[in-house]
């Protein structure tokens, strides 16, 4: 695969495969541009889309550390919609639903459960409403 990604997981099974398909693995979170374990991956998966997604997840801590501005670990699903906010400003809860794999009309309210707990520890105008969507505002 020669991605060069520095991963960190603690399941041995994929740190095999990692291995195997030529990832830096590393031993301790701190140190890797991914944590494997927080990334939701869909098995089977062939080689090319398990370096997509890496890349991908490589990507959004760059975004996750611009927001912040350092690295900050947050649990996958807030992890995401920080993400996609930012990178869809004004984003309704409908297409950030839909971007999550949520079907919009499910009846479940754990995406503004997340927007809520990320107020909480980050302010209340860390995700902001505007023009019927949410943007990142303020730390």
């Known amino acids: ?52 997604i890496l890349i991908n997840a490589a990507n959004n801590a760059d975004v996750i550390k611009s927001i912040f501005g350092k690295d900050v670990f947050l649990p996958s699903l807030q992890h995401k919609i920080v993400v996609l906010i930012y ?15 949520i079907a919009p009309d499910i009846s479940t309210h754990s995406v503004e459960n997340a927007i809520y707990q990320l107020r909480k520890n980050y302010g209340r105008d860390f995700i902001l409403n505007a023009d019927g969507g949410y943007k990142i505002g303020s730390i």
């Open 1 to 52: 695969m020669n991605v060069s990604i520095k991963v960190y997981t603690k399941d041995q099974y994929w740190n095999h495969i990692l291995t195997d398909l030529g990832v830096d693995v590393v031993s301790e979170p701190s140190t890797a541009d991914v944590v494997f374990d927080d990334i939701d991956i869909q098995t089977p998966i062939s080689a090319v889309n398990l370096q997509n």
């Open 87 to 101: 990178k869809n400003p004004c984003i309704n809860i409908k297409d950030l639903k839909s971007a999550l794999g």
